[in-house]
């Protein structure tokens, strides 16, 4: 499969047709089994494709950084035009009268939206399981789960069904997808992208990601999202762009690789990796001798308050959904069943058919969390352990220039296996939502298979410093066979 | 009767965009749902962002109410369900409010002063519209506007220090005027003001009116509220802790929920927003502060020797304060006064309009006009009235009203005729004054009044018919 700047190159150059390369991506896409996509942008996409072959040569296009590049876009984005579903009953139908600003950026510099992919409703999951789309499967292996929440981003990126995709991470819905289904992802600093348009689960954790099969293209697709949005109040806005124009010195191919990490530090904490599976700690100490090869020293340490993580990531996450998901009552858009009678019958009946079990668990678990008399006992308390957790990971990042671990514990399980027990799913997660938590950026990159089945290194930089993060990743990816 | 009534005041805020997004906030004459954005609508993935000139009308409100400014405003997701709160939350604040402790003054019954403690003061968005199809009662839907979702709102909250109805609504209007000083507020807007009351008797549980939206329905729902708990009380029955709903048109307070209903609006931070720091900017506000009503009050007495009655009734508003100092520039302040605050004042309540409305027809040059006509004697002070009126319902000009209505007061001579024509006409009365029936000399006044269609001074009619008639005795 081609990269994204294979493609930009390809079609500035004339070399790539941009209609062919969508009409092979779409007879793809409807051959496939995978379920990756919600809704298709199929008609507009070729449309637009024809476009750029067209005016590929004026100035304004050759301009344009992602110029023909197909782009799947999560279905927690919202899209001008095209359904946007957050994988929930309760949303379909229901079409976006504006763009996200991720997704306005991406129509900016010329990027085709394939169409919406599929996910955990509401981005409550790790395997794509709770849509109300059915499940996305894992390329590696059809009986599997790609991960989740952002299972169908993962999967289309990984199968050729697209060249790049957004996904969205409240406690690793980027980076675990990406592990299971052998790709990159990463999540950006907390305030470094933009969240205007995403449909919020925990607007607290929560950012736009890229996804990608390159570290560069991952790069890319970061520089374009990460434009300064007024619209995000929550978004940092720093002068610093380091981390995107980062890519670009690779491509001049200025740079000795090698030498960059060269005395690079590396910090690994033993709690994150005590409870893998034998084949993914073999796998990620592979790595990080890897690295160690490179030039780069390493040391382990002890991360001791991330037994509190878990508690405190789905409290907060769950509160704030419980108070998200108020807005959906049928009453502006999306579902509106059966007869209307008076207020509370009719929101309370579409509430109950719109919603999946998961969420309801979560709106009812947050709803409680935040009652009266509880919330100091949790709300509040969640709270300050994620300070605890997020000094912890600023103190380890003082000694160490980033962070190393496993993304997941264990490789794509099966699909069911983990459905009927959500604290075991919740268990997974917790090497993801630590990082979260600490609003501190991370990213997953393929690191090894066991039986076929892609494992994931996770890599933790320090906050805004993406660049570094990609640098020690793109290392990485040109110096394994 | 010892009643303990607190105020919950909602004012809305004048700025031009709304409190979270650009949406323009001119929404009252404009079709339903056409002010509104993907932020005041609620729809997945908007963002609000704050209004910075609200936030510091927020800070002004505050100050001129006497309170201590916090250091950093928090907003706080307030969470119920309600067709009219398109989140299913409202962005409003809870612990980290603008201020806190503030003080107003007020004239309560017989002018004593009495002073209001304000407990806290804090900026929030309004909800929509809810618009019934009929009645509250008979309507079988309802529908919504959300062109007021997301309109500024400054929450001024009273400690529970008002003792009577009628304070209630003196303090109102005390805060509406200085409101409108500060030009964050115009209080004649339709629904600019909304309270909610809580009220306690001696002896019995709180009970909080909601929903009540014009300045007279605070004195009113606030009566029948004590009615209704005295008579509770005095069948010896409890006054429960509940929420109750005024009904305007019924002049009624209905129960809406008791205290196990209470809704849990379980608040927790915005996490949307991040912490607004205003402690830099509080001085720079301060200094905007114009002169507020008492102040104003003061300087008025000093200034121009006015009576603390007028005084008073010059100040409250604003527009009329302005009014009344353009006029007081160019004319006698004592004689414009008695015009602006007894006359003026007086057609604007029976017309029910506000001085700022009616300067779009009478300016104060027009008035100090009329004053001229009337201290030179052009006209008489029943023409001066006459001009007010004109002014007020057509908009014309005084020389011009003056001509086409022939107001000019009239020299003796003319007065002298119409004094013959009514002696002549009313022989009976003369007769009955002759006789020392003085009430007669009134009527012959009228009469003579009558003739000359208000042009001639009464004062002067009064002598000279005394001087006729005595003459000729």
């Given at each position: 499969m081609v990269t994204a700047l294979e493609v930009v190159e390809g079609i500035k150059s004339g070399n790539i047709s941009c209609e062919e390369l969508l009409l092979q991506i779409y007879e793809r896409i409807e051959r496939s089994?995978?379920?990756?996509?919600?809704?298709?942008?199929k008609e507009a996409a070729v449309r637009e494709a024809r476009e750029v072959d067209k005016r590929r040569e004026e100035e304004e296009y050759r301009?344009?950084?992602?110029?023909?590049v197909p782009v799947a876009v999560k279905d927690s984005i919202s899209t001008r035009g095209i359904q946007t579903t957050c994988a929930s009953k309760i949303l379909t139908g229901y079409v976006p009268p504006f763009d996200a600003t991720v997704v306005a950026a991406l129509k900016k510099e010329g990027a085709i939206i394939v169409g919406k992919t599929n996910m955990d409703e509401f981005c409550m999951g790790s395997s794509t399981e709770t849509s109300y789309y059915g499940p996305t499967k894992n390329p590696h292996d059809l009986t599997r789960v790609p991960g989740g929440s952002s299972g169908g981003s993962a999967a289309a990126v990984s199968a050729g069904e697209t060249i790049l995709a957004l996904g969205s991470d409240t406690g690793g819905s980027i980076r675990c997808p990406a592990s299971f289904c052998g790709i990159v992802g990463l999540k950006p600093t907390y305030g470094f992208v933009s969240r205007y348009g995403l449909i919020a689960y925990a607007n607290s954790l929560e950012q736009i990601g890229p996804m990608a099969s390159t570290v560069t293209d991952t790069a890319l697709l970061l520089e374009i999202v990460s434009a300064k949005d007024?619209?995000?109040?929550?978004?940092i806005k720093i002068q610093n762009n380091a981390s995107t124009n980062y890519c670009f010195s690779w491509l001049n191919g200025t740079r000795n690789e090698r030498e960059e990490i060269k005395g690079m530090t590396i910090g690994v904490p033993k709690e994150f990796i005590e409870g893998s599976s034998p084949e993914v700690e073999r796998s990620v100490w592979d790595a990080i001798h890897k690295y160690e090869d490179l030039g780069a020293t390493y040391g382990e340490i002890s991360m001791r308050n991330l037994k509190y993580a878990l508690a405190s990531y789905y409290i907060i996450a769950m509160s704030e959904a419980s108070s998200n998901l108020a807005r959906f009552d049928g009453l502006r858009y999306g579902l509106r069943t059966g007869k209307d009678e008076d207020w509370h019958t009719t929101f309370s009946r579409i509430r109950s058919e719109g919603f999946g079990e998961e969420v309801k668990r979560r709106i009812i678990l947050g709803t409680y969390a935040l009652s009266a008399g509880y919330y100091g006992k949790y709300y509040l308390k969640a709270l300050k352990v994620r300070t605890l957790i997020k000094n912890e990971f600023e103190e380890a990042l003082k000694t160490y220039d980033i962070l190393a671990m496993p993304t997941m514990p264990f490789v794509a399980f099966k699909l069911g296996e983990r459905i009927k027990d959500p604290l075991s799913l919740y268990l997974a997660d917790v090497n993801t939502v630590s990082v979260n938590l600490a609003g501190v950026p991370s990213l997953s990159i393929p690191c090894g298979v066991s039986h076929g089945l892609p494992i994931g290194l996770q890599l933790v930089g320090k906050h805004f410093e993406e660049d570094e993060l990609l640098k020690a990743a793109f290392v990485y990816e040109q110096n394994i066979p | 009767m010892d009643v303990k009534i607190g105020l919950e005041c909602h004012a809305q805020l004048?700025?031009?965009?709304?409190l979270f997004c650009s949406c323009s906030t001119d929404y009252h004459n404009a079709e339903p749902n056409t002010h509104v954005c993907a932020t005041c609508l609620g729809l997945p993935g908007a963002l609000p962002v704050v209004n910075e000139r609200a936030i510091r009308y927020g800070i002004k409100v505050a100050l001129a109410l006497g309170c201590t400014i916090q250091p950093k405003v928090i907003f706080y997701r307030k969470n119920y369900y309600y067709p009219d709160l398109p989140r299913g939350f409202q962005i409003t604040q809870y612990e980290?409010?603008?201020a806190f402790n503030g003080l107003v003054r007020i004239e309560s019954d017989g002018g004593k002063e009495r002073e209001i403690r304000i407990k806290r003061v804090h900026m929030e968005e309004d909800p929509g519209r809810l618009v019934y199809r009929g009645t509250i009662d008979t309507a079988t839907y309802s529908l919504v506007d959300y062109n007021r979702s997301g309109i500024p709102l400054v929450e001024i909250v009273t400690e529970p220090d008002l003792k009577s109805p009628k304070e209630a609504r003196i303090f109102l209007g005390k805060l509406r005027s200085i409101l409108e000083y500060l030009g964050v507020f115009e209080g004649d807007l339709e629904g600019a003001m909304r309270v909610d009351a809580n009220i306690s008797l001696k002896g019995g549980e709180r009970a909080e009116v909601k929903n009540i939206s014009s300045y007279k329905g605070v004195e009113k729902a606030l009566s029948f509220e004590i009615t209704r708990q005295k008579n509770l009380l005095r069948r010896g029955l409890t006054v429960q802790q509940e929420t109750r709903h005024y009904d305007e048109t019924r002049g009624v307070t209905l129960s809406l929920r008791t205290k196990e209903f209470e809704h849990d609006y379980r608040y927790f931070p915005e996490p949307d927003l991040v912490p607004i720091r205003i402690s830099n900017r509080i001085e720079e506000i301060r200094r905007e502060i114009p002169e507020l009503p008492d102040e104003k009050k003061l300087r008025f007495i000093a200034q121009y020797s006015l009576t603390m009655e007028h005084a008073n009734a010059l100040t409250f508003d604003r527009h009329i304060a302005d009014f009344y100092e353009v006029v007081a520039s160019k004319i006698d302040p004592k004689l414009s006064a008695t015009w602006i605050a007894d006359v003026l004042k007086g057609e604007l309540n029976y017309r029910s309009i506000s001085m700022r409305e009616a300067s779009k027809r009478i300016s104060p040059d027009d008035f100090v006009a009329m004053l001229r006509y009337l201290k030179k004697g052009v006209i008489t002070e029943r023409g001066a009235t006459e001009i007010i009126r004109e002014m007020l319902d057509s908009g014309g000009k005084p020389e011009e009203i003056l001509r086409s209505k022939g107001l000019a007061s009239i020299g003796s001579d003319e007065i002298e005729k119409a004094i013959h024509a009514v002696i002549k006409e009313n022989e009976a009365a003369v007769k009955d004054y002759k006789a020392g029936k003085k009430e007669a000399l009134n009527f012959l006044v009228g009469q003579v009044m009558k003739h000359t269609r208000g042009t001639a001074d009464p004062k002067e009619v009064r002598a000279m018919l005394t001087r006729k008639i005595d003459g000729e005795i």
């Open positions: 089994e995978l379920n990756c996509f919600i809704t298709l942008n301009r344009k950084k992602l110029l023909g007024e619209q995000d109040s929550t978004q | 004048l700025t031009q965009s709304k980290f409010p603008i």
